[in-house]
């Protein structure tokens, strides 16, 4: 994909479209026009944002916001769009219709990037496995950049790296929707369950732009694959990439698995002991499946077993994610904010050792809730539901059975941890798991974390 003297849309004025503009600037594409649909966006913070990534150089940017002006297209040779840009809208119908080029910010820093890439999907699980990928690949190789949807923008790197550069990296369902060349080393689907399908609309487009990370792939590169998902089992058949499988649940005859309190890994018929799980840091065997995703890659990249089992011992997880935030009282606070979906917040109740009460409810991504509500076992003493969907999830618990006394409706999250603080008891536990977006109440589930930590501390 050549840029160089063209005129380039980035569609959307976000971390995304800033760096995407940024990087477009620096590989010195004739002309950028950043478009976002905002007619109150602040011109002059989005141009301050670029010039501050790109040394100052921020001349001859134009910005253009409300309306989609008619006269734009004829002047595009190139549309990179940011990832909240749903592909199916009207003015990205008119650029392919009007053969102007699409590709995503994944697409653009893949194209100006060097290196060696490892790139990890999946509905969840893909935030800690790049992540736990990240540090053991910085604890082997002395350039490493951690990017993509976990919050450090592709872009922002792409225009530094060189042929020794590693590039980890987490790449969402919306980023795979617009990629054309990009190519990991390695790549990992973790599993694939519903979600977002107010933006992909069936779970077959779902599952077919997951499984895009791998379609430049050859069999000299991988694909790690999670054995106990049905759709990704099914795919390995289809896979471009050779394929490695991880297992929690039984031990394989080849690739990565849970044996007893071991993780092992089962290559021609010899078993290697990597690490036992009780010297992890992480819980659940959610956690352990992330810790498989890692090491296969890691180790296809060439990092020896001592480098990986060392990191493994020390990586205390992430943020957001079933982390714990205190103990007050004699009641453990845990923060799983990134629980975003019900297939995620399925794993933070399963993670649950004590009485729990939990927060839950947001923005609606159109998901059913019985399935969740149905692993609670027994364990929840409050359900406290807040957010758009709270109705919602409501009804459902009904359906599934649950006490009207422990159904909790409430206005906010400040509302919903008084309401914990209050009614919970020494040696229970109180789990913010939403199921459910941000959206709404939040900019993103990060804020939404933070303020929970915050009135716990509080």
């Not at 054309?180 to 080393?185: G, L, S």
């Not at 296969?296 to 060392?310: H, P, Q, Y």
């Amino acid at each position: 994909m050549e840029w160089k003297g063209k005129t380039v849309l980035v569609f959307g004025a976000g971390i995304s479209g800033i760096g995407a503009a940024a990087l477009l600037a620096k590989t010195e594409a004739g002309r950028v026009v950043i478009y976002d649909g905002n007619e109150k966006l602040d011109k002059e913070n989005v141009l301050s944002a670029v010039a501050e990534q790109t040394g100052g150089n921020a001349e001859g940017i134009e910005i253009i916001t409300g309306a989609f002006p008619e006269e734009l297209y004829g002047r595009l040779d190139l549309a990179v769009l940011s990832p909240g840009i749903p592909t199916d809208i009207e003015t990205v119908k008119q650029f392919r219709m009007r053969n102007i080029p699409v590709i995503g910010e994944i697409e653009l820093a893949y194209t100006a990037g060097k290196g060696t890439v490892y790139a990890i999907t999946g509905t969840n699980g893909k935030t800690t496995s790049t992540t736990l990928l990240g540090e053991i690949m910085k604890a082997a190789f002395p350039s490493v950049d951690v990017v993509g949807n976990i919050g450090s923008p592709y872009t922002e790197a792409a225009f530094a790296q060189t042929d020794e550069t590693v590039t980890v990296a987490e790449i969402s369902s919306f980023q795979l929707e617009t990629i054309q060349t990009f190519h990991p080393k390695a790549s990992a689907i973790t599993n694939i369950t519903p979600d977002h399908l107010n933006r992909h609309h069936t779970m077959e487009e779902y599952i077919r732009v997951k499984e895009r990370i791998c379609e430049n792939q050859t069999k000299e590169d991988l694909c790690v694959l999670n054995y106990e998902d049905e759709v990704l089992r099914a795919f390995a058949d289809k896979c471009p990439a050779s394929v490695c499988f991880f297992s929690s649940r039984r031990v394989l005859d080849e690739g990565f698995c849970l044996d007893g309190d071991e993780i092992v890994i089962k290559r021609n018929g010899e078993t290697i002991p990597l690490i036992n799980v009780n010297d992890l840091k992480l819980l659940g065997l959610h956690n352990f499946e992330n810790v498989m995703t890692a090491a296969a890659m890691a180790e296809f990249a060439g990092v020896d077993l001592d480098t990986i089992r060392k990191v493994l011992k020390e990586f205390a997880g992430v943020d957001h994610r079933i982390s714990f935030v205190a103990e007050i009282d004699g009641v453990r606070y845990y923060n799983d904010s990134k629980g975003t979906n019900p297939d995620a917040a399925i794993k933070g109740i399963q993670a649950m050792n004590r009485p729990t009460l939990l927060i839950g409810g947001g923005y609606d991504k159109e998901s059913t809730y019985e399935e969740w509500i149905n692993c609670f076992d027994g364990k929840v003493k409050y359900f406290v539901l807040i957010g758009q969907t709270k109705e919602k999830i409501a009804d459902a618990a009904r359906r599934c059975g649950m006490e009207e006394e422990k159904i909790v409706l409430l206005e906010n999250l400040k509302e919903a941890v008084d309401f914990c603080k209050a009614h919970a008891q020494d040696g229970d536990a109180v789990l913010l798991s939403p199921a459910c977006a941000s959206w709404g109440q939040f900019k993103n589930f990060e804020e939404r974390g933070d303020f929970f930590k915050k009135y716990v501390l509080e």
